[in-house]
């Protein structure tokens, strides 16, 4: 059993932590790809229980509540979404949101009153569609701070990187080309980190809606460095929430 503990930097929302974040610091236990299933909205400066299961299958426990499993998996993508860095710059320019009305201006992620080196600061706009498919893209230099003991960007900050961009691109309607803004919640992410890079590297990174069923909305993401070498995979399903979920109020 390991102790957890997701600092209140890493938010989300504002009262629980990031989701991708908290799915890449569970799957740091598991080796290779994982998915990650987020149970219940991780709280944050508190001491978690992070413990193998019978099955092989890690959990992340709040006293005796499941706040996320995580298991081995095997992450392909259906298809695969590059930009160059010309590209994506374009693309950030018509970012979906002014800062003013950003739904979580503090997300560690991508809330944009969030400081340079504080926050990843990830502000996503869309590419040409391409294939019928809405693609949002950003670009991410790594801060010195994300670096594990290696000198490289820990695996967290990776999957953190490929948490929002998803959670936009599930609001993008593939047919019409259109954006909502509908209230989104984590519910489940799955990773592939092929390498690492290296602090102050440009990445680019880019992310596509998949499908929707009901309340749930799914999407998968890359990263690339700025040569275009493939970084890491993910796949996610988000859930549709009431503002006041999304805020940790219901």
């Not at 009305?101 to 990830?122: K, S, T, W, Y």
């Not at 019928?132 to 490289?152: F, M, S």
């Not at 590297?201 to 999407?219: H, L, N, Q, S, V």
């Amino acid at each position: 059993m390991t102790e957890i503990i997701i600092d209140k930097r890493f938010c989300g929302p504002p009262n629980s932590g990031n989701g991708g974040y908290v799915c890449g610091r569970l799957a740091r236990h598991l080796s290779g790809s994982a998915e990650v299933t987020l149970r219940a909205p991780p709280p944050l400066d508190k001491s978690l229980d992070a413990a193998a299961t019978a099955d092989g299958t890690w959990e992340l426990r709040d006293g005796a509540k499941v706040v996320a499993t995580g298991q081995a998996a095997n992450v392909e993508l259906a298809q695969l979404e590059t930009a160059s860095l010309q590209e994506v710059r374009a693309a950030e320019l018509l970012t979906l949101f002014e800062p003013h009305e950003h739904p979580l201006p503090n997300c560690f992620v991508c809330g944009p009153a969030r400081a340079q080196g504080d926050g990843l600061r990830i502000f996503t706009g869309p590419l040409k569609r391409r294939a019928q498919n809405a693609v949002l893209a950003a670009t991410w230099t790594p801060d010195p701070n994300l670096a594990a003991e290696d000198g490289r960007v820990a695996p967290e900050f990776l999957w953190s990187a490929l948490d929002c961009p998803t959670g936009f691109a599930c609001n993008c309607n593939q047919q019409s080309g259109t954006y909502d803004k509908t209230p989104l919640l984590l519910g489940r992410m799955s990773a592939r980190i092929e390498a690492r890079p290296r602090p102050g590297e440009p990445c680019i990174i880019t992310a596509w809606p998949t499908g929707r069923d009901g309340r749930k909305r799914t999407a998968d993401a890359a990263l690339h460095d700025e040569g275009g070498r493939l970084l890491a995979v993910a796949k996610t399903t988000w859930i549709a929430v009431d503002r006041d979920v999304l805020l940790g109020r219901g």
